[in-house]
């Protein structure tokens, strides 16, 4: 391919060097080169290649192309290149190994996996060498590529790898996939956007064309019809050429390329014709069989510079994209039309049984002419879903399954069950459920039970059952038809659907049937040795038996269920289990196993990368956070919870988002009162549920609002205590009830409370999945005790319930049961006292701890030292010491005072440190250490700027956030006074270092009881 002269890009070039050398010593980067066609995005990636391979950089291309390329396409011949071996450098679709399951067997990770591979595969090529990827023409690329992308791009920090995209940015011919993905790359992917040349450099580039300089009004008329575009310039400077006159010089670059096609012969716009419409990178063989023999003309072309050059891998590839586009928009419709039908029909004799060209084919006949277009067109869109389907390009799949749909001699439900599966594993999980309830009523009139069942199962996302709907009408009814109309006999079908009507039966007035139901279909699975049905069925069974009462036998059929996950190669499967297993350690209270197995849970999750899996690992740590006090890393955790489930589209993570915040709220003893609107929407989310009405009482309870308290617990006692359904949620529905028993003084309810949580008193009460733990029953049992005069009870249970929180470091809840038990017994916490004083007098403190006395002058630190002192145990929020300290009520400290910096500020920096990394880079070269010195301190100082203006996640950091800039006003207050008390009293300046907390929430937490006076 012709190289162009590139004139004008120096800033840009820079930008990329810098880049470049930041991935050579191990500090990938990335980068998109944005412009509309003919701004040289392609002329200045080559440059960059060039440069690469001067200091000895590998570099790939990649293409992208919009002419029904197989999935994957630009990272394939990426591939090729670095690693010949890897399956997407293969030319044959790896299936799925299909078992006659369909829908069931599918496995959603398999192409996360591949991404995986990918990476790996990045990491060992460039540990031998830093390496440069150029992927062309972002704009055409299919989606599955740009998920690989996305997930390139995040990888990189760790790779010697600089990847540059080329990306013509004109939204109405852009799809808003890519336009989403791009948009989406993190901020620290620079995009460089290519404008319009200067003057003086229109000038300069006109020079190259011409050989002359031209006259200075020249110039100015060229920059003036062509904006500056490099393209534009060269075509325009061509035509003057030609014509030597400057006059009548179109306004319009495609008008240049049409007068310059127009001059070539017509044997030559022929083949050109039919390369247009064939594609950019089309088959020399397939467009000369089409257009005739007429490899002259092939060389007229390039001379006039219409192709690039000579054909390149047998391809033929225009000078530029907008020549093949003048090519394709002059045709007529028919004339295209009857091209098109030409390509096909060439193209299908030589075809064969290789769908390599399937999607080509379908392209070409869906926009041919004739009576059997149409049917031709379907019949090859079904072998390009199916072959992009099993290359992992399932947005891809989509597409093709459509039109295939449009043909009439197909089997329609086996095709729409194909589509549904599609839709899954893109993640259109909504798109989906439409497919496969109208699969199902298809099935239905034709009498088809076991695409029925499919249909069925693939309303719950397929086999594995990972979040399965509840109360879903619609799945139960189609369940249970299709288990009357499958035989009645073993098979993997059959136990599939009745594993899963029994989830389906769960809160309803099938209940009963539950436990038979998915017994039978463990049986079932395991005699016809299907493993993926099997987990799935021993996944119904334990939701069968999830009440307290069964727990160890819960835990042995989800060790079971991983057991068998594993033996089937089946991640999410493996994920589900160890989801079930996690539950399970955590009501046992086996913290060291819980962390044990949230690591194992992550470590495939990760593998995975589907946001569908991967949520669940912040919601548990950020859980195990709450138990030890870190407030502030719990809600940051739920922030991250609630990103990734939102990707994911996961109801599950939205609940569980707002099980972690509100039991935050409860265990910081911090409860908003706007929270209570989130309460009602929770209420309401799960359709006013027994197990919701307890735990809205029981909140606004320790809310202080017992009126409205009172009323969700009337509600809920209307139904009873046996409403509450012995499953998963049982324990925790009990303790809402019991706790708001205390708080609404219900004696009865608090008294059957009590004897129905007797038998569970050392379970611990965990809140859904995992998203809260509440305690351990037994402090609950203890406080119910008390609460009816039942003294000794309550010391025994409250004492247990310490021990039990002391080998759990559950710092906030001990706190709590000491409490109770004081309160209980009318002792103090702990066997021993120490007393201490810390009293302000005029503008000293006088201080004194065990044997020594001291003063220290006074500020704000003191006064938060003092108002932590008075309430040990109780965690303080940063506004509220604010406001003990003479600031602004809490509810007042509001506003945003907008970014740290400002959008120009920000550009300016970033356009700094791109300078400066320039900068390093030749003063390496140069061998002047001390300049490097002085250029990394100024460049490593903006970075640090740029750090902080940022939150997670990219975003702009406010100096508005009340509560950040309280948390760090107070921990260098606290930090200035005890630094001050260290001076005059050591001993008190430890004992306040080890048992003082800062945060959003400070607290003091002594580890011997401390009585201070003021």
């Not at 096909?344 to 002419?369: I, K, M, N, P």
């Not at 040795?529 to 989800?558: K, M, N, Q, T, W």
């Not at 003082?996 to 929430?1001: I, K, M, N, P």
Request: aromatic content about 6%.
């Amino acid at each position: 391919m012709e190289r162009r002269v590139m004139v004008g890009r120096a800033r840009p070039l820079a930008e990329l060097d810098a880049l470049l050398a930041a991935a050579i010593d191990g500090r990938g980067r990335s980068a998109i080169v944005l412009g509309e066609p003919g701004m040289g995005k392609t002329t200045l990636a080559e440059a960059l290649a060039d440069r690469a391979l001067e200091l000895g950089v590998t570099v790939a291309w990649g293409w992208c192309s919009a002419a029904g390329m197989p999935p994957f396409w630009p990272w394939r011949t990426i591939l090729r290149e670095l690693a010949p071996e890897h399956r997407l450098a293969g030319d044959g679709p790896a299936g799925h190994g299909a078992d006659g399951l369909g829908v069931l067997r599918g496995d959603a990770g398999v192409r996360a996996r591949l991404f995986v591979s990918v990476i790996d595969t990045l990491q060992k090529v460039s540990g031998d060498g830093p390496v440069v990827l150029i992927l062309e023409d972002l704009q055409w690329a299919d989606s599955a590529s740009l998920l690989l992308l996305r997930q390139v791009v995040d990888a990189l920090p760790g790779l010697r790898v600089l990847l540059v995209a080329t990306y013509r940015d004109e939204p109405p011919k852009t799809g808003e996939d890519v336009r989403a993905v791009v948009h989406d790359l993190p901020t620290a992917v620079p995009r460089i956007r290519l404008d319009g040349l200067g003057i003086d450099e229109v000038a300069e580039l006109v020079t190259r064309v011409l050989g002359d300089t031209p006259a200075d009004e020249l110039a100015t008329m060229v920059h003036s019809r062509t904006g500056g575009n490099p393209f534009f310039v060269r075509e325009v400077s061509r035509l003057l050429a030609a014509r030597s006159s400057t006059t009548g010089v179109p306004d319009g670059v495609r008008e240049v390329l049409a007068r310059r096609i127009a001059r070539v012969s017509q044997d030559c716009q022929r083949i050109l014709e039919v390369a247009a419409v064939a594609g950019n990178g089309a088959d020399v063989s397939l467009v000369m069989a089409v257009a005739g023999n007429l490899a002259d003309e092939l060389e007229e072309a390039a001379a006039a510079r219409l192709l690039a050059g000579p054909p390149v891998d047998n391809r033929l590839w225009f000078a530029h994209a907008l020549v093949q586009e003048v090519l394709e928009t002059s045709l007529g419709t028919a004339r295209r039309a009857a091209l098109h039908r030409a390509l096909a029909e060439q193209l299908e004799a030589t075809a064969g049984d290789d769908d390599e060209a399937a999607g080509e084919l379908a392209r070409h006949w869906s926009a041919a002419f004739g009576p059997d277009a149409a049917e031709r067109a379907a019949a090859w869109a079904l072998r390009a879903a199916r072959s992009a389907g099993q290359r992992m390009g399932y947005e891809q799949a989509v597409d093709a399954y459509r039109i295939a749909l449009r043909g009439k001699d197909i089997e329609r439900t086996k095709v729409m069950l194909e589509l549904g599966e599609a839709q899954m594993y893109a993640g259109d999980l909504e798109g989906a459920r439409q497919t496969f309830a109208q699969t199902a009523e298809l099935a239905r009139r034709n009498g088809r039970a076991s695409h029925l069942a499919m249909a069925a199962l693939g309303l719950g996302a397929g086999l594995s059952g990972f979040e399965v709907p509840q109360y879903d009408e619609l799945q139960t009814e189609l369940l249970e038809e299709a288990l009357a109309s499958l035989p009645e006999r073993d098979g993997g079908m059959r136990a599939a659907v009745m594993g899963r009507l029994s989830l389906a039966y769960a809160g309803t007035d099938r209940e009963s049937e539950r436990l038979d139901l998915a017994r039978s279909a463990v049986a079932m699975a395991e005699r016809v040795g299907h493993p993926c049905v099997e987990s799935g069925a021993l996944a119904a069974y334990c939701d069968a038996i999830a009440g307290p009462a069964r727990l160890d036998e819960r835990f042995a059929a989800a060790s079971r269920m991983l057991s068998v996950a594993e033996r089937g190669h089946d991640s999410p499967c493996q994920l589900l289990a160890r989801r079930l297993r996690l539950v399970a350690l955590m009501e046992r209270g086996d913290w060291p196993e819980v962390d044990a197995e949230i690591d194992a849970f992550a470590r495939t999750a990760n593998r995975l990368m589907l946001p569908l899996y991967s949520w669940y690992v912040p919601l548990w740590r950020g859980a195990r956070a709450l138990m030890s006090g870190d407030f502030e890393t719990a809600a940051r955790y739920a922030d991250e919870t609630e990103a990734i489930g939102r990707r994911a589209g996961s109801a599950n993570a939205a609940l569980m988002v707002f099980t972690l915040r509100m039991w935050t709220h409860r265990t910081a003893g911090v409860l908003p009162a706007n929270f209570i609107d989130d309460i009602d929407a929770a209420v309401k989310a799960v359709t006013e549920s027994s197990v919701a009405l307890g735990m809205c009482a029981s909140y606004l309870a320790a809310a202080g609002d017992l009126s409205r308290a009172g009323r969700y617990f009337d509600r809920l006692m209307s139904r009873g205590l046996n409403a509450i359904p012995d499953d998963c949620e049982w324990l925790e529905g009990m303790w809402h009830t019991g706790d708001a028993a205390i708080a609404l003084d219900r004696a009865e309810v608090a008294d059957e409370v009590a004897r129905r949580l007797a038998p569970y008193e050392d379970l611990w009460v965990i809140d859904g999945i995992g998203g809260g733990v509440m305690g351990v029953t037994a402090h609950l049992l203890g406080r119910l005790a008390a609460y009816r005069g039942r003294m000794g009870d309550a010391r025994r249970l409250l004492s247990k319930a310490i021990s039990a929180y002391q080998g759990a470091n559950a710092v906030p809840w001990l706190t709590r049961a000491e409490e109770d038990l004081a309160a209980s017994s009318g002792v103090v916490q702990r066997t021993a006292n120490i007393e201490g004083v810390f009293r302000k007098d005029g503008r000293t403190w006088h201080l004194r701890w065990r044997d020594g006395e001291a003063t220290v002058p006074d500020s704000k630190g003191m006064h938060d030292l003092s108002v932590l002192l008075g309430q040990p145990g109780t965690p303080v929020h940063v506004l509220d010491l604010v406001a003990a300290a003479g600031g602004p009520p809490r509810a007042a400290a509001g506003g945003d005072t907008g970014p740290v910096l400002d959008g120009m500020a920000k550009d300016a920096y970033k356009r700094r440190v791109a300078e400066l990394e320039s900068d390093i880079v030749e003063a390496e070269r140069d061998g002047t250490s001390q300049r490097v010195g002085t250029l990394v301190e100024e460049r490593d100082f903006l970075v640090r700027e740029l750090a902080a203006a940022y939150g997670l996640g990219g975003r702009a950091r406010t100096t508005g956030d009340p509560a950040e800039r309280a948390r760090k006003a107070v921990a260098m207050r606290v930090a200035t006074a005890i630094k001050a008390i260290r001076e005059v009293h050591p001993g008190l300046a430890r004992h306040l270092e080890l048992a003082v907390s800062t945060g959003r929430f400070c607290v003091y937490r002594p580890e011997e009881t401390a009585t201070w006076h003021s």
